[in-house]
């Protein structure tokens, strides 16, 4: 200690960051440095790998054997109003 009760230092004179704020520090870096690897990782794999090649269907074959939906069949006004009421079409 010297005379004003304060550690020698040997930095100089650089403030000390609190524990929580170090704390802080040192885990956002290393989330940041592990986001990074693990991004770079994912880059590496997935650029490897191809996507498999479409399956060619015939146009008559599309949708054989399929339920299909049709919507928007009766958007717009396609059935006929009476007195702002909706008639069966």
């Known amino acids: ?3 004003t009760d304060q550690p020698n230092d040997s930095l100089g004179d650089t403030p000390k960051l609190p524990v929580w704020r170090r704390a802080l520090l040192i885990g956002g870096t290393s989330a940041a440095a592990a ?3 693990g991004l770079a990782s994912g880059i590496g794999v997935g650029a ?3 996507p498999p090649a479409p ?3 015939a146009a008559r074959q599309r949708f054989l054997n399929k339920v299909v939906m049709i919507t928007g069949a009766t958007s ?3 059935c006929q109003r009476r007195n702002g009421a909706l008639l069966p079409c």
């Open 48 to 50: 490897r790998e191809v």
């Open 35 to 37: 986001g990074i690897a």
């Open 55 to 57: 399956r060619s269907v």
């Open 76 to 78: 717009g006004d396609s």
């Open 1 to 3: 200690m010297n005379g």
